[in-house]
C-alpha cells in the first residue's frame, strides 16, 4: 500500500492490482443482497431510465445489472484496473461505457441523467467535503431524475464517516431540491431514494 491516505485514488488502484476483487462485490452474499434491494428501489418496470450514471463503479457488477434498465450508462472509477476489469465484465452489453475518473469528474457529457447510483462511496469523503459532493451529484439530475445511495454501516479503518452519517448528511443536503421518498435501514446498509424537483 502506498502512503496516500487509504481512500486516495493511488491507494485504491494499490487495492485493485494486489487482488481482482478486493471488497468481493461479484461474490459476496451480501453485496448480492445490496444489489438486489438497489435494483428494486429502481422505478418499477415497463419505466426505463434514459441515461444512467454510477461513479465508483469498481468491477462493474452493478453496472451489469443497471444497464438492463437503462439505455445508456455511464460509469467510472478512480482505478484503473477496477476499470479494466468492469470493461471486460461489461464488454457484451450495448449502452455502457466505463472511464477512469471520479464522481466530480461527472459523467463527462452535458446530457442530464436521470438515474444516479451512489453507492459505497460517500464515507470516502470528509464531512466538510461530502455535501458539495452530493450537490454536485444532485445538479447532474433532470428534473424528475432519481438518487439512489446504498452505504454499508458497518466500520473500516478507510473510511472516514460511517454510513449513517453519509445518509444523514445527504437528507440534510437534498432537502430543499429533492424528494427523499425511501429511506431504510437494512442488516449492514442504509438505502435512500431521492426524486429530484
Known amino acids: 500500500m502506498p502512503d496516500e491516505e487509504p481512500w486516495s485514488p493511488a491507494a485504491f488502484e494499490a487495492r485493485y492490482a494486489a487482488a481482482p476483487d478486493p471488497w468481493s462485490f461479484a461474490t459476496s452474499t451480501y453485496e448480492r443482497e445490496r444489489y438486489e434491494t438497489i435494483l428494486s428501489a429502481l422505478r418499477p418496470r415497463p419505466h426505463r431510465y434514459h441515461l444512467g450514471f454510477e461513479p465508483a463503479c469498481s468491477v462493474g457488477v452493478l453496472t451489469a445489472a443497471l444497464v438492463e434498465r437503462c439505455d445508456r450508462i455511464v460509469a467510472s472509477d478512480v482505478s484503473a484496473s477496477a476499470v479494466a476489469r468492469a470493461r471486460v465484465r461489461c464488454s457484451a452489453l450495448n449502452g455502457v461505457r466505463i472511464d477512469v475518473g471520479s464522481v466530480q469528474d461527472g459523467p463527462g457529457t452535458d446530457e ?4 444516479v447510483v451512489f453507492s459505497e462511496l460517500g464515507y470516502y469523503f470528509a464531512a466538510d467535503e461530502l455535501p458539495a459532493i452530493v450537490t454536485g451529484v444532485r445538479d447532474l439530475l ?3 431524475g432519481d438518487l439512489i445511495a446504498c452505504h ?3 466500520e473500516s479503518p478507510d473510511h472516514r464517516l460511517s454510513g449513517t452519517t453519509v445518509h444523514d448528511v ?3 443536503t437534498l432537502e430543499a431540491d429533492a424528494g427523499l421518498v425511501r429511506s431504510e435501514l437494512h442488516d449492514g446498509f442504509v438505502l435512500g431514494v431521492w426524486h429530484a424537483r
Open 112 to 115: 442530464p441523467v436521470d438515474l
Open 142 to 144: 433532470a428534473p424528475g
Open 152 to 154: 454499508w454501516t458497518g
Open 170 to 172: 445527504m437528507v440534510r
